[in-house]
């Protein structure tokens, strides 16, 4: 039974770049929900996808935009990369909304 | 605005020590406190789980102790095993589940052989 899954392992991008980041969720979930995790700091909750449709959203600005698709994979799309966009970005996904989140193993971006 | 609280930073047990983490919250609408453990290379992985209505939570070698009056909630990990090392985290929300958790800084637990 595969986990979650996400592509790439590692990015390296160029500041003002854009960057797509793609999640598998678990077996059977359909809820997405992206986080992000500085270096050394806890993940930051970026915003969670069910049916397709963006139902949270944390304390980020635009530039950080999403997709759900009908088989509940989901994309993370980031433009106008600035170096503080540097952080390992976590798809999480669950059976509904509020039940336990599974973390795939995080796609690690570099700005330069 | 840090939300949730946590320490220490760092902590190092002897194996078959008690490993103690600690975090406070201000918010008091929030209203489920997961714990996480992430190894190096890993997502977090859940661990524990506990609702303001219980004081504690026992799963194993595991334990969640919850203060709703000081608004604190602690890890507890007993006879802690090498194998423990990995960066724990707090993490709470106001929906009742996992929706939009809002996690402490960590703690790296080193357990020693």
């Known amino acids: 039974d595969a986990g979650v899954t996400q592509s790439p392992t590692h990015l390296i991008k160029t500041r003002g770049q854009q960057v797509t980041l793609r999640c598998s969720p678990k077996?059977?979930?359909?809820?997405v929900s992206w986080y992000q995790q500085a270096l050394g700091q806890g993940p930051q909750f970026i915003f969670q996808?069910?049916?397709?449709?963006?139902?949270q959203r944390g304390n980020f600005p635009d530039r950080f935009s999403g997709h759900q698709f009908p088989n509940y994979s989901s994309e993370l799309n980031v433009n106008a990369l600035l170096l503080g966009d540097s952080a390992l970005y976590l798809c999480?996904?669950?059976?509904?909304?509020?039940?336990?989140?599974?973390f795939g193993n995080g796609t690690r971006l570099t700005v330069t | 605005q840090q939300q949730v609280k946590q320490s220490p930073q760092s902590l190092i047990v002897q194996k078959g020590g008690i490993s103690i983490i600690n975090c406070a919250y201000e918010?008091?609408?929030?209203?489920?406190f997961p714990w996480y453990q992430q190894f190096p290379g890993k997502g977090p992985a859940l661990l524990i789980a506990?609702?303001?209505?219980?004081s504690e939570k026992k799963e194993g070698r595991f334990t969640i102790s919850f203060n709703k009056s000081a608004k604190q909630f602690s890890l507890h990990i007993m006879d802690s095993q090498p194998g423990d090392s990995a960066t724990y985290f707090c993490?709470?929300?106001?929906?009742?589940?996992?929706?939009?958790?809002?996690f402490g800084k960590g703690t790296k637990l080193t357990v020693n052989p």
């Open positions: 999480a996904s669950s059976l509904v909304a509020n039940s336990p989140l599974h």
């Open positions: 077996s059977g979930h359909d809820t």
């Open positions: 918010n008091t609408a929030f209203d489920y």
């Open positions: 993490a709470a929300s106001s929906t009742g589940g996992s929706e939009k958790l809002v």
């Open positions: 506990i609702r303001p209505d219980v």
């Open positions: 996808y069910y049916e397709e449709e963006e139902r």
